[in-house]
Nanobody, 117 residues
């Protein structure tokens, strides 16, 4: 089992910034991808950003250079720096981890991001 501790969500005005973090603990061997997905009310879950182990990050199309994901391999933690936030970015942001070989997936409980206009 992998436990994911998310932090950093909150309320921000349009154009503002937030930094999310997600720390993985527990049985963390063979962790491959770490990343973030989001889900807004009435919408499907969508990819925000993922970073496979020692490979380039991938971003959702809507990001358009506004967000940056980074990974601290020593501490099994990822960060999502979000800049130029828009009301459309309002959603619950969930941390995601998967493993090599088994492809097992783990999800955090989510952190709310609200962008006011």
């Amino acid at each position: 089992q992998v436990d994911l501790m998310e932090s950093g969500g909150g309320l921000v005005q349009t154009g503002g910034s937030l930094r999310l973090s997600c720390a993985a603990s527990g049985h963390i061997v063979n962790i491959n991808t770490m990343g973030w997905y989001r889900q807004a009310p009435g919408k499907e879950r969508e990819l925000v950003a993922t970073i496979p182990k020692y490979r380039p990050a991938q971003y959702g199309e809507f990001v358009q250079g506004r967000f940056t994901i980074s990974r601290d391999y020593a501490n099994n933690t990822i960060y999502l720096q979000m800049n130029s936030l828009k009301p459309g970015d309002t959603a619950v942001y969930c941390c995601y981890v998967d493993r090599f070989y088994t492809r097992a997936e783990y999800w955090g409980q989510g952190t709310q991001v609200t962008v006011s206009s």
